[in-house]
C-alpha cells in the first residue's frame, strides 16, 4: 500500500505557542489529504479537507483560524496549531487517498502543558 | 446524515475462539465501507474496502461481507497478535472523505 509519514510522532508544548504538523505522501501525489482528530477510546473525526493550491475546506464546529491546513505540493500538507491550549491536547492524524482508499500517516500525540 | 455504528464496543476471545464484529452504516449513496486495524498510538492501517452489497474479502484470519446495511468482519481462529482496535467507516458517492464508526476494542487472551 502507499506511505504516508507524519511528524513529529509526538509534541509536548506550552500553553500559547504554536505547533506545526507535517503529512508526507512518500510514494504517491495526493492533491487531497485529510486531517482528523481522535481522543483516547474515541473514533476518528474529520478535521478538514487539504486541497492542494487551494484553501482547506474544515468540518463544522472546526475552527479554520485556529487549525491551520497549508498544502502547498502534491507531496506535503501541514496543519498547525496555534495558540495551543490544553483543550487541544489529543491525536492528530492525516491520510492521502489513492484511487478509493485512504493510508494514515502515524499519527502526531499533541500535549500541550 | 451518514452514520456509522459498530459493536460490540469491545470484545474479549481466547485464543483460537472465532467471532465476527459488526458495523451497520446508513450513508446517502456508499462509494466504499473500509475496514481498519489502529494499534495503540498509531495510525489506522488498511485492511479491506466493500463497494457492493455480497462482496467478501479475506486476508488472512480475517474475512469482511458487506450487505446493503451493514457489515461483518469475521475474524477466524485468532491469535494474541490479532488484538487492536477495528475501525470500520463509509465514503459516500459525493465526496472523498470517510465517516468513521467508534471502533470494536479486541482481546485476545492466549
Known amino acids: 500500500g502507499a506511505v504516508v509519514s507524519q511528524h513529529p510522532s509526538r509534541v509536548i508544548c506550552k500553553s500559547g505557542t504554536s505547533v506545526k504538523i507535517e503529512c508526507r505522501s512518500l510514494?504517491?501525489?495526493?492533491?487531497?489529504m485529510f486531517w482528523y482528530r481522535q481522543f483516547p477510546k474515541q473514533s476518528l473525526m474529520l478535521m478538514a479537507t487539504?486541497?492542494?493550491?487551494?484553501?482547506?475546506?474544515?468540518e463544522q464546529g472546526v475552527e479554520k483560524d485556529k487549525f491551520l491546513i497549508n498544502h502547498a505540493s502534491l507531496t506535503l500538507s501541514t496543519l498547525t496549531v496555534t495558540s495551543a491550549h490544553p483543550e487541544d491536547s489529543s491525536f492528530y492524524i492525516c491520510?492521502?487517498?489513492?484511487?478509493?482508499?485512504?493510508?494514515f500517516g502515524q499519527g502526531t500525540r499533541l500535549t500541550v502543558v | 446524515e451518514d452514520q456509522v455504528t459498530q459493536s460490540p464496543e469491545a470484545l474479549r476471545l481466547q485464543e483460537g475462539e472465532s467471532s465476527s464484529l459488526n458495523c451497520s452504516y446508513t450513508?446517502?449513496?456508499?462509494?466504499?465501507l473500509f475496514w481498519y486495524r489502529q494499534d495503540p498510538g498509531k495510525g489506522p492501517e488498511f485492511l479491506f474496502t466493500?463497494?457492493?452489497a455480497g462482496e467478501e474479502k479475506e486476508k488472512e484470519r480475517l474475512k469482511a461481507t458487506l450487505t446493503k446495511k451493514e457489515s461483518f468482519l469475521h475474524i477466524t481462529a485468532p491469535k494474541p497478535e490479532d488484538s487492536a482496535t477495528y475501525l470500520c467507516?463509509?465514503?459516500?458517492?459525493?465526496?472523498?472523505?470517510?465517516?468513521f464508526g467508534a471502533g470494536t476494542r479486541l482481546t485476545v487472551k492466549p
Open positions: 450513508v446517502s449513496g456508499l462509494r466504499g
Open positions: 467507516a463509509v465514503s459516500p458517492y459525493n465526496n472523498n472523505d470517510m465517516r
Open positions: 487539504s486541497n492542494e493550491g487551494s484553501k482547506a475546506t474544515y
Open positions: 491520510s492521502g487517498m489513492v484511487n478509493t482508499e485512504a493510508f
Open positions: 510514494d504517491f501525489q495526493a492533491t487531497t
Open positions: 466493500l463497494y457492493s
